[in-house]
């Protein structure tokens, strides 16, 4: 079975600043996606940003990007120019290539952006 | 982008009452749909998968006969807790996800609160 792995339960960030939040997973499978998704205080799951294994270039979406690096089985998620509105858990989650497949999360790091 | 609705937003029943939730693809076709019940300050929990016109997948340790999961259509998935007890009080979330390779959206929530 797939496991995902964060090992940051908490991590601080000023504002204006970088940070980058941790996950590993293990899996023996070839094809699989890998996804960050953020949770504010109002419960809302939303999406990050998303990473096909098959691409070797790491996906960016404005502030957020991920170094994704396949043979360690590592996939961090950096978040530049931190803004308050950036405080929330924040999930990693892997999900198998096959149709039937489903997320597995990890047990989340909570950003915290102080001034 | 994807819009996932999920209602209610928030429950408040007496113990022994059946609650109906309701998750709804409003801009696309879910596929498959997912349940998932969030503890406070812990990750998500998947309860079970659903495919349109077939029965919901549960995940080990999941009471079918307490969570009751319907699909039947390709934009309509209800998870009914049935004779609910304070035990069941919870976050529960839906997700929806069109074909394969797509990324699952989330509905807001649901906080159910059984007296």
């Known amino acids: 079975a797939q496991t995902v792995t964060q090992s940051q339960p908490e991590m601080s960030v000023q504002e204006a600043e970088t940070v980058t939040l941790s996950c590993t997973y293990d899996?023996?499978?070839?094809?699989?996606?890998l996804f960050w998704y953020k949770q504010p205080p109002s419960r809302q799951m939303i999406l990050v940003i998303r990473?096909?294994?098959?691409?070797?270039q790491n996906a960016t979406e404005n502030r957020f990007s991920v170094n994704f690096q396949k043979a360690a089985k590592s996939f961090s998620l950096k978040i530049s120019d931190s803004q308050l509105g950036d405080a929330a858990m924040y999930f990693c989650?892997?999900?198998?290539?096959?149709?039937?497949?489903?997320?597995?999360f990890g047990t989340g790091t909570r950003l915290q952006v102080t001034l | 982008g994807a819009v996932v609705s999920q209602h209610p937003s928030w429950v408040i029943c007496k113990s022994g009452t059946s609650v109906k939730i309701e998750c709804r693809s409003l801009?696309?076709?879910?596929?498959?749909m997912f349940w998932y019940r969030q503890f406070p300050k812990q990750s998500l929990m998947l309860m079970a998968t659903?495919?349109?016109?077939?029965?919901?997948?549960?995940e080990q340790g999941v009471e079918k006969d307490k969570f009751l999961i319907n699909h039947a259509s390709l934009t309509l998935s209800t998870l009914t807790v049935t004779s609910a007890h304070p035990e069941d009080s919870s976050f529960y979330i839906c997700?929806?996800?069109?074909?394969?390779?797509?990324?699952?959206?989330f509905g807001d929530g649901t906080r159910l609160s059984i007296l």
């Open positions: 997700s929806a996800r069109g074909h394969r390779g797509q990324p699952q959206h």
């Open positions: 899996t023996s499978e070839s094809d699989y996606y």
């Open positions: 990473q096909e294994a098959y691409k070797q």
């Open positions: 989650a892997y999900r198998s290539g096959s149709a039937a497949s489903k997320l597995t």
């Open positions: 801009d696309f076709q879910a596929t498959t």
């Open positions: 659903s495919n349109e016109g077939s029965k919901a997948t549960y």
